[in-house]
């Protein structure tokens, strides 16, 4: 073999190599779709988003007989949360650089579990958020869950995966800032 089809050879190898590489995280960018409205007025909050999972993976493809692939976030969920809630709830005139009413969110359960056959997949989303909110000497709390199922031939597509719980957690982002019990209790 002349040394110039050694070297395409090793091209393609490289190319293929290349394009067969999963990736190890998912990027969350939840896409919220609703647009806020000026809700607050000269309204402060302190706001405060913690993980209380037990694993930091947030997808999970299992198969009959081997190991578990593991997808943890590329960012920290609880950054994703705050990153898209945050300017949300400022766009509503809700300052939450600090005050006297304390937003909090526990992240309970976050957890794309997908069950992978030979020839088909089924794959079952679950979130589960605790809203902890104090004011003074009253408080609210309340669990908002989400979840969602899918299965389909072949294998999960883990970009399908990602865009469909970003379009989740940014619809639970979206019930958390327009939740009218939150904002008659936060406003009164």
Do not use: W
Request: proline share 4%; with cysteine.
């Amino acid at each position: 073999m002349s040394n110039l089809n050694q070297y395409i050879l090793l091209i393609v190898v490289i190319l293929v190599a290349g394009c067969s590489t999963t990736p190890s995280h998912i990027i969350l960018s939840p896409q919220v779709t609703s647009k806020p409205s000026v809700i607050y007025l000269n309204q402060q909050a302190t706001l405060m988003i913690k993980d209380l999972r037990a694993n930091n993976h947030i997808v999970q493809v299992l198969r009959t007989d081997k190991a578990a692939q593991l997808y943890s976030p590329s960012t920290p969920l609880t950054e994703a949360i705050s990153n898209n809630l945050t300017p949300y709830l400022n766009s509503q005139g809700l300052d939450t650089n600090g005050g006297a009413t304390e937003i909090n969110i526990t992240i309970d359960r976050a957890i794309v579990s997908v069950q992978q056959e030979l020839m088909k997949y089924q794959s079952n989303s679950d979130i589960q958020l605790t809203i902890l909110i104090k004011k003074g000497e009253k408080t609210l709390t309340n669990t908002l869950k989400s979840t969602s199922n899918s299965k389909g031939p072949l294998q999960a597509d883990i970009a399908v995966l990602e865009r469909d719980l970003n379009q989740q957690l940014g619809k639970i982002v979206s019930d958390i800032a327009n939740n009218h019990e939150f904002i008659e209790f936060i406003r009164n």
